[in-house]
């Protein structure tokens, strides 16, 4: 079994910052790729961010220069801090990850169970 915790979501004001934080535990063997996406009421969900090495990221564009997506492989946890927030912005935002549990075992993804980010003032 594998498990992604989502923590850090809550109220802020427009302009503000947040940080989420998804530590993922179980049967891991490796992890491909570590994401955030988030689904607004009434739309689709969608790609926030997603980190497939220390150093290599992409972001939806309306996300850029405002959101910055990290990860620590020893810890199999990411994080999404988010600045200067906007109302647009508020969500419920999901841990995804791409990962194998097992040698030779193809890559499955796997789901937090959300964090509710508001942007309101």
């Known amino acids: 079994q594998v498990q992604l915790v989502e923590s850090g979501g809550g109220w802020v004001q427009p302009g503000g910052s947040l940080r989420l934080s998804c530590a993922a535990s179980?049967?891991?063997?490796?992890?491909?790729?570590m994401g955030w996406y988030r689904q607004a009421p009434g739309k689709e969900r969608e790609l926030v961010a997603v980190?497939?090495?220390?150093?290599?990221?992409n972001y939806v564009d309306s996300v850029k220069g405002r959101f910055t997506i990290s990860r620590d492989n020893a810890k199999n946890t990411v994080d999404l801090q988010m600045t200067s927030l906007k109302p647009e912005d508020t969500a419920v935002y999901y841990c995804?990850?791409?990962?194998?549990?097992?040698?030779?075992?193809?890559?499955?993804?796997?789901w937090g169970r959300g964090t509710q980010v508001t942007v309101s003032s």
């Open positions: 980190i497939l090495s220390v150093s290599i990221a």
């Open positions: 179980g049967s891991i063997f490796s992890i491909n790729r």
């Open positions: 995804y990850a791409a990962l194998s549990a097992g040698p030779g075992r193809a890559l499955a993804n796997y």
